[in-house]
């Protein structure tokens, strides 16, 4: 009986931990800073995708998030699949579709895991493992496969916006989402903001990560134990949020410097003097970007009907 | 500065700005004009007010830059001080040092047509401004580019075509060079002149590098302490060498040579090695030149027929047919070398060449896609920075970078916190403290110390630790002559002091590089030239080849002897030495003022 209960207890931890300690283990190891950097670089390329109209593809994730939100399960996987088709038209790096997976497959296994535990269904109740009396302290009965059935579904929900704005992120200049802002009347803040965060974004990644090879070079023990060296972790732990402490003082100083000046530059160059902005770009309508329209509004109109009708509509209740 | 002021004439009328909270002025009674067309070199120590005067010209004190400003800067009747900073920047363009800071947009074009933009112009306005621009900087090919994947010169570029499309008057650069490669350097000065003879753009270049762009300017400037010390046409402004060396700025390799070999370069001094090589041709200059060259090279024929380096051990460090690749570009391709122990090595290199990436590779950043990086004979393991970085202290470009204690001593202390101190060092903290110059300053802020001494105090604190080698990659870039000097000086007593082995990584040919034992150029990831500096200085045409320009004193003696250069030298002392030793009537003369002018 002890036996038993010893064992089940073992199991049931190393359920429970396995994902949230392996996820970001493999973040850091597949993707790190330079992935992330990647994955916010813009891709300057002559695609069909690059020369649609920055309004159109601004709407795209709007449409496709409204999408995601209105269809059940099931219509909510195909939509997911529409998301997935534009990436073939980009074709991207494949630095990129390698960072791109992980992050996606990523959050997918971290849904899937925690409501797999924690959403539970009305009773009777089907535990695909039911942990012990000593895990009680956790507050999860088990894991259930109607849990893990929601949390794919809460997961792809989530995913179908990330995909189409990565998407939209690396095909776009900067400077087309700007346009895009104001002809949607938003101020010309909101698209600087925009243009600011991107373009340094990257810049910022490759700052942090130069800063903590710095501390390294210094001689500051970043090295990861082995999975198996249990007694080390929580040196390393603590190593590591030291860590963030002492790079925080050289990036803080670097970014305030950077800053100051990007604001005379800003200035200098007239930012903020008219209501309204210029443009080079002169983005005639073509009949791509006027199928994409169609498409679009027939998406979502097709969507609020079938939703109105109760086909593939979520239930609430 | 004298004439007439002219209508569109940039004018700083006795200005004098003192920062907020700042006990002494930065500028102090400065009267500066800017001509239409007008090339205008200003330089000076650091410190000295070059980047403050910049900032005054272009309006954005006291607006931006905030302090208590007396006197104006005025352009045609317009006080810039009194106008926004869009409305002074139609006149006044302002290129910042660093490039990466001021480019905001992701493409070029992007960022040629912010500024056009944000004025409202009509949209064939806007187009035809940032084809003129594209044009006039030679970015016209790189239009769609993402700004991230640019190189220093074509960033610096893109940010000059972007000031342009204001439309102003005068361009006024800080530093521009500083992160280029001379022949990357060579390029925007290009791009500058062109602008100022076609376009009639007044330009103030404020840099350290005089010997780059003395050749391109029209006047010189010379700041010391705030003031204006000096400010006069090129040929005349180094006529007298005393200011130059108070100020403790830099002196053009060919003037230095045409003060140390009075008469030789008949009645003007050389500013550009073009203009030295004509006023030497078929002089007996040239003939003692080339009887200088004759004997170097029998003398190093004899020297390496007697004299084959048997290294004592093996190699300190060592590259076995090393590749890195970046997204399927290689970035180092098949370098195979080896770096003896005592040995002071200077990787050059145009930009991108993969200098950084293979230097990186011996504390293990980054990872070989073939071959083995070797420290003392055992594999450097890709990752380990913290294990390696015990034997090989990597000083970066960004020195600020490596500083993250609140003092002096804690930051010398620092990598005792993780590894255990060195059983024999060479340099204790102690020691460190006196060596540096710190002493009494063990509890100040390392903030609180200059920009060198920041350096200073993150190269004492990697010496502590007692490394095998030494890695510096770019350590003079961004510093004046006095302060270049000093490093260089520093370097040389470590190497007494601990015969650490030394490997830098730099565009300072005319300094750092000349100063080396071995130099090693890099092109497109291979190693192209391995040897001593006098002799990789001579290769003019493989270092062209490469995107690599000899230092000024090595390109006078190849123009003038073309292959029989072989072997140049690279002191201006010891150049105007050997010259003079071989000057008709030279065992009569006796004396020669060859050492008059100290570097």
């Known amino acids: 009986m002890m036996n038993s209960l010893f064992v089940q207890t073992i199991i049931a931890y190393l359920l429970i931990f396995a994902v949230p300690l392996v996820l970001p283990f493999a973040f850091l190891k597949l993707v790190g800073l330079s992935g992330l950097r990647t994955l916010v670089t813009y891709e300057a390329k002559d695609t069909p995708l690059h020369n649609l109209d920055p309004r159109l593809k601004v709407l795209y994730p709007i449409a496709m998030g409204i999408l995601s939100i209105l269809f059940t399960w099931k219509a909510m996987l195909v939509v997911f699949g529409l998301t997935i088709l534009p990436w073939f038209w980009l074709r991207p790096s494949r630095a990129k579709i390698r960072v791109l997976i992980v992050m996606i497959i990523g959050p997918a296994i971290a849904g899937f895991w925690g409501q797999g535990m924690y959403y539970l269904p009305p009773p009777p109740i089907h535990f695909l493992y039911k942990f012990p009396w000593t895990m009680a302290w956790l507050g999860s009965p088990g894991i259930t496969t109607y849990g893990m059935v929601f949390g794919l579904e809460q997961t792809a929900r989530v995913l179908v916006t990330v995909s189409t704005s990565m998407l939209i992120l690396i095909s776009t200049d900067v400077g087309d989402f700007t346009w895009a802002f104001e002809r949607f009347r938003a101020p010309p803040h909101v698209g600087f903001a925009l243009t600011a965060a991107l373009r340094f974004l990257p810049e910022m990644i490759a700052r942090t990560h130069l800063v903590l090879r710095a501390v390294e070079l210094r001689g500051y023990d970043m090295s990861r134990p082995r999975w198996y060296q249990f007694q080390r972790w929580p040196e390393y732990a603590k190593r590591l949020s030291r860590c963030v402490v002492l790079v925080t003082v050289p990036l803080l100083i670097g970014t305030l410097r950077g800053t100051t000046t990007m604001a005379m530059v800003a200035d200098a160059r007239g930012f903020g003097t008219t209501k309204r902005r210029g443009s080079l770009r002169v983005h005639k309508t073509t009949a791509v970007d006027i199928w994409g329209y169609a498409i679009l509004v027939a998406l979502v109109a097709s969507a609020l009907v079938l939703n109105h009708l109760g086909i593939g509509a979520r239930y609430y209740g | ?599």
């Open chain 2, 1 to 599: 500065m004298s004439g007439a002021r002219t209508a569109g004439e940039l004018h700083a009328e006795d200005v004098s700005f003192a920062y907020v909270g700042a006990a002494r002025a930065a500028l102090r009674h400065v009267d500066l004009g800017v001509s239409p067309g007008e090339v205008v070199l200003v330089t000076g120590a650091s410190g000295c007010g070059k980047s403050t005067l910049a900032l005054a010209l272009c309006g954005l004190i006291p607006s931006r830059v905030h302090g208590e400003l007396r006197g104006r800067v005025t352009f045609g009747g317009a006080t810039l001080s009194g106008l926004k900073p869009h409305e002074a920047a139609q006149f006044v363009g302002m290129v910042f040092q660093n490039p990466n800071l001021q480019l905001i947009n992701q493409t070029v074009q992007s960022e040629v047509a912010f500024g056009p933009e944000n004025l409202a112009l009509p949209q064939p306005e806007i187009a035809a401004r940032v084809e003129e621009c594209l044009a006039v900087t030679g970015m016209a090919g790189m239009r769609k580019a993402a700004v991230v994947t640019l190189s220093g010169g074509q960033k610096q570029r893109t940010a000059i075509a972007a000031t342009l499309a204001m439309r102003p008057r005068v361009l006024v650069l800080d530093e521009p060079l500083s992160d280029l490669d001379p022949v990357g350097a060579q390029e925007v000065l290009a791009t500058l002149r062109r602008l100022a003879r076609r376009g009639g753009t007044g330009v103030v270049i404020i840099e350290h590098r005089v010997d780059e762009v003395a050749p391109w300017a029209d006047r010189v400037v010379l700041m010391d302490d705030g003031r204006v010390l000096l400010d006069q046409p090129p040929h005349a402004a180094w006529a007298d060498p005393a200011p130059w060396l108070a100020a403790g700025v830099g002196i053009p390799d060919m003037v230095r040579l045409a003060h140390a070999v009075p008469g030789a370069f008949g009645a003007g001094l050389p500013l550009s090695v073009e203009e030295a090589a004509g006023a030497l041709k078929d002089t007996w200059f040239e003939a003692a030149l080339a009887a200088v060259a004759a004997g170097r090279a029998r003398t190093t024929v004899a020297a390496q027929a007697t004299a084959r380096r048997v290294p004592a051990g093996p190699p300190v460090l060592a590259w076995d047919g090393v590749s890195v690749e970046f997204d399927g570009k290689r970035a180092v391709d098949d370098v195979t070398l080896a770096v003896d122990e005592g040995e002071w090595v200077a990787l050059i290199g145009a930009n991108g060449s993969g200098k950084s990436t293979l230097t990186g590779l011996t504390v293990g950043l980054g990872k070989p896609c073939a071959g083995v990086v070797r420290f003392g004979g055992q594999p450097v393991r890709p990752g380990k920075v913290f294990e390696h970085a015990a034997q090989v202290a990597l000083l970066l470009q960004a020195a600020d970078d490596m500083l993250f204690e609140t003092t002096v001593l804690k930051e010398l202390e620092f990598g005792f916190r993780f590894r255990a101190r060195p059983k024999d060092p060479v340099l204790d903290v102690a020691e460190a403290i006196e060596f540096f110059g710190f002493a009494g300053r063990e509890d100040d802020s390392p903030w609180e110390l200059s920009q060198g001494g920041r350096q200073r105090l993150a190269l004492a604190a990697l010496l502590v630790g007692a490394p095998g080698v030494l890695v510096l990659d770019e350590p003079t870039t961004g510093q004046d002559a006095d302060h270049m000097r000093g490093f260089l000086r520093l370097l040389d007593q470590v190497r007494a002091r601990t015969g650490i082995t030394i490997l830098t990584v730099t565009h300072d040919i005319r300094g750092l590089a000349s100063h080396a034992s071995r130099v090693v150029l890099l092109g497109e990831g291979q190693v192209r030239l391995d040897g001593p500096a006098s002799r990789v200085f001579a290769a003019a045409g493989e270092l062209a080849r490469w995107g690599v320009l000899a230092p000024p004193l090595a390109r006078l003696q190849t123009t003038l002897l073309g292959q029989a250069a072989a072997d140049v030298l690279l002191d201006v002392g010891e150049l105007a030495a050997a010259v003079l030793a071989h000057r008709p009537g030279a065992a009569r003369a006796g004396s020669s003022p060859a050492g008059a002018l100290r570097p």
